[in-house]
Every structure is written in structure tokens, then in C-alpha cells.
């Protein structure tokens, strides 16, 4: 059974930068996908970003592409989202979500594994 746990959230000020952490434990781990998506109150739960396991592969949400970096530690089974340029609309709970198919998607119900979120608050 894999596990996901996110870490690295927290009050920021308007244009400051957070790094977040999912790290993934288990016997064995091996996705296809690796996702960001977050949930602001009272909203929909929503794509950020996915990057393949196995490959370079990376997509991006319009609202975050050119803020938002997703990357990956193949030897850590660890994924992270640097938020850069943060606004106060980035304020959500962000949670980190693992696909086992090899082609990309954006929805959450395509991913099957969830961590417990991690918030993020933007002050302006």
C-alpha cells in the first residue's frame, strides 16, 4: 500500500515562494503520473501540475504555467511543486495524488493514491 505525505506548506506574503514535498513510501512504488491539485474553500478541487515518473514529461494548469515548477527524485520517491510569484488566489490546500496509467491526465478522478493536503496562504 503506497502512502503519500505532503509537507512544506505555510503563510507566504504575495510574491514569495514555497516548496512542497510529496513524499511517497510503500514497497513498492512505481506510477505513471505524479500530480499537484488543490482545493480552495468552498471550490472544486483542481489540476496544477503532473510530471511523468518515468520520463521528463510535465503539464501545467494555464493559472500556474510560469510560476509553478513540478519536479521529481526518482531515488527519494519524492515529488515537489515550487510555487514562485504566489498570489493570494494560490491559497488552498494542496495535495499531491499518484496515477498508475502511463498517459497523462488532468483529472482527479484518473489519479488513485492521495496524500492528506498540505495548506498554503498567501497574504496580500
Known amino acids: 500500500q503506497v502512502q503519500l505525505v505532503e509537507s512544506g506548506g505555510g503563510l507566504v506574503q504575495a510574491g514569495g515562494s514555497l516548496r512542497l514535498s510529496c513524499a511517497a513510501s510503500g514497497r513498492t512504488f512505481s506510477p505513471g503520473f505524479m500530480g499537484w491539485f488543490r482545493q480552495a474553500p468552498g471550490k472544486e478541487r483542481e489540476f496544477v501540475a503532473t510530471?511523468?515518473?518515468?520520463?521528463?514529461?510535465?503539464y501545467y494548469a494555464n493559472s500556474v504555467k510560469g510560476r509553478f515548477t513540478i519536479s521529481k527524485d526518482n531515488n527519494k520517491n519524492t515529488v515537489y511543486l515550487q510555487l514562485s510569484s504566489l498570489k493570494p488566489e494560490d491559497t488552498a490546500v494542496y495535495y499531491c495524488a499518484a496515477r498508475n496509467a502511463l498517459i497523462l491526465s488532468t483529472q482527479a478522478m484518473g489519479f488513485a493514491t492521495w496524500g492528506q493536503g498540505t495548506q498554503v496562504t498567501v497574504s496580500s
Open positions: 510530471i511523468r515518473w518515468g520520463g521528463d514529461i510535465t
